[in-house]
């Protein structure tokens, strides 16, 4: 069964505190893998697509990595409006079409 | 210019009730989607719709039924609600020729009691 892990599942960074999160995935057949952000009480915002290994996607203080079993987000230098959940998600194909499979989040608070 | 609307935003009743949950979107897509969201935020797909066609059904309970009356709209009603349904029920759309770049709703946050 297709997999998604995302890891840690919660992160505290200090402002300026450079990290990355993880996105580990287990699928037959990786079409795409994908990033969204998250604020509390709204849905998810898309953020990247990464579509074959050792591709890079950049946005702002966000650059999003992509290997042969697993994703990175990294946040360079973060500020507090940084904070949300993030989600990993890959596509998959099924028998009826295309549907996307999403981890359980990394949330990510940033302090002043 | 909301993208992606849903109605209510909160939905408290009690079990056994049945209820109704509306989408709509204005972005042009003509695929929509629900997912649910659980109390551990693990957001998972229940239904899809490509132009008013049921598309992928995620092994969800008969007590679920969406509807699609015409490609900007997505509804969801549940009949005999149970304790278990209680999560954040979200709506996105997308093109069908990119279906990763979802937009999403801003969620219905669904309470059985």
């Known amino acids: 069964e297709d997999q998604v892990t995302q890891s840690p599942e919660a992160l505290r960074l200090q402002e300026g505190e450079s990290s990355s999160l993880n996105c580990s995935y287990t699928v037959s057949g990786l079409r795409g893998l994908f990033w969204y952000r998250q604020d509390p009480g709204k849905g998810p915002e898309f953020l990247f697509t990464?579509?074959?290994a050792g591709e890079e996607k950049e946005k702002e203080r966000l650059k999003a990595t992509l290997t042969k079993k697993e994703s990175f987000l990294h946040i360079t230098a973060p500020k507090p409006e940084d904070s949300a959940t993030y989600l990993c998600?890959?596509?998959?194909?099924?028998?009826?079409?295309?549907?996307?499979?999403f981890g359980t989040g990394t949330q990510l608070k940033v302090e002043l | 210019d909301t993208a992606v609307s849903q109605t209510p935003k909160y939905l408290v009743t009690q079990m056994g009730n049945d209820k109704s949950i509306k989408c709509e979107q204005n972005l042009g897509h003509d695929t929509m989607y629900w997912y649910k969201q659980d109390s551990k935020k693990f957001l998972k797909i229940m239904f899809s719709y490509n132009n008013k066609e049921l598309i992928i059904n995620e092994t969800v309970p008969n007590r679920f039924s969406p509807k699609s009356p015409d490609k900007a709209h997505l509804n969801l009603h549940i009949n005999s609600l149970e304790l278990g349904d209680s999560a954040v029920y979200f709506c996105a759309s997308s093109q069908w020729s990119d279906v990763r770049e979802q937009y999403f709703g801003p969620g219905t946050r669904l309470t059985v009691t």
């Open positions: 990464l579509y074959s």
């Open positions: 998600a890959v596509q998959v194909i099924t028998g009826g079409g295309n549907k996307l499979t």
